[in-house]
């Protein structure tokens, strides 16, 4: 009996191989995976790849974030469905592919002030930024204040870090 259920699972990995580089070969070029709602994301890493599209369906990229070949992908993911068989889904029109959302940079020059003990606060976010941080003295709308001041007004150390 068990080796009735292994050939039909090893069946089952055969014939869904090439459904999956099928899908693989109909992407843009230079995308990384598929989107739920069926876009195609060109993002080096899984994380945000899909933020804004019901998160990623399926993953080409390798787990160092480069994109893995047809071969080595469809091989993968024969192995991944010979051990837990699924239905394979239906093809869906592809939107076009979208370009990654890049994190906000901080400006090169920093505001005049600041020095030992004093904190940057962003009055907009209510975060204050340490000497050292990236942000500090850098975000739009801000002042210099000592912590315990920022502390007193409200604010809190940016990802819930202080500074002392």
Do not use: R
């Not at 292994?6 to 869904?16: D, E, H, R």
């Not at 469905?81 to 400006?107: E, H, I, Y």
């Not at 940057?120 to 209510?126: E, P």
């Amino acid at each position: 009996m068990k080796s009735y259920g292994l050939i039909a699972v090893l069946l089952a990995g055969f014939l869904a191989g090439p459904a999956i580089h099928a899908q693989q070969a109909s992407a843009p070029a230079g995308s990384t995976g598929q989107c739920k709602d069926g876009s195609y994301s060109n993002h080096a890493t899984k994380k945000g790849a899909c933020s804004g599209h019901q998160g990623v369906k399926e993953w080409y990229g390798d787990a160092s974030g480069k994109a893995a070949s047809p071969a080595a992908t469809e091989t993968k993911s024969t192995a991944a469905t010979a051990a837990a068989p699924a239905p394979a889904a239906p093809a869906k029109t592809a939107a076009p592919a979208t370009t990654g959302k890049s994190m906000p940079q901080p400006p090169a020059t920093q505001a005049p002030g600041g020095g030992p003990g004093m904190v940057w606060v962003n009055s907009s976010s209510k975060v204050y930024h340490c000497q050292g941080d990236k942000w500090y003295g850098k975000t739009k709308s801000g002042s210099y204040m000592s912590e315990g001041d920022a502390k007193a007004k409200g604010y809190h150390g940016d990802h819930g870090k202080a500074c002392s």
